[in-house]
């Protein structure tokens, strides 16, 4: 769904009393201000922990990656403890396993220089033994984020 909806939802669900982690995607935000609204946004609603992704919107509104839109959502100072993040042990039709380990890495990077948690999860993948060497490289390659692995 859309920013806006998000929004809404997430807003709806506290009201009721629930942990509400709104799922951002950086290709659907429109621009600089509106990821500062997000920013208060998440801080007025005390809001702790939110995931990004970069989405798939065929054609983004402005940011084309997340570590983009992330970096200017925690220069917001949006108040949140945890960001989570997707990772991929079975690749990504538009990235390169290289390129995949790579953005990981960025964001565990970001979120260490603003001094958030990290939380990757990854996309659902049906082979162990693919996971256990993805695993193992990612944490070759000091990638340090707990990791939720999709399994079915």
Known sequence: CDIETTKLMCTQLMALGHKAIP?????????????AELGKWTREEGIEEVFVIGGDLKKAHFYS??????????DAKPGVRTVGFAVYPDGHPAMTNFDCLN???????????????GLATSQLCFDAGTIITWLGKMRASLFVVPVIVGVP
């Open 65 to 74: 990656e997340s570590c983009h839109f992330l970096r200017d959502f925690l």
């Open 23 to 35: 799922h951002i995607a950086a290709r659907q935000v429109r621009n600089p201000d509106q990821t």
């Open 103 to 117: 953005l990981a890495l960025e964001k565990q990077d970001l979120l260490a220089e603003y001094g958030v948690n």
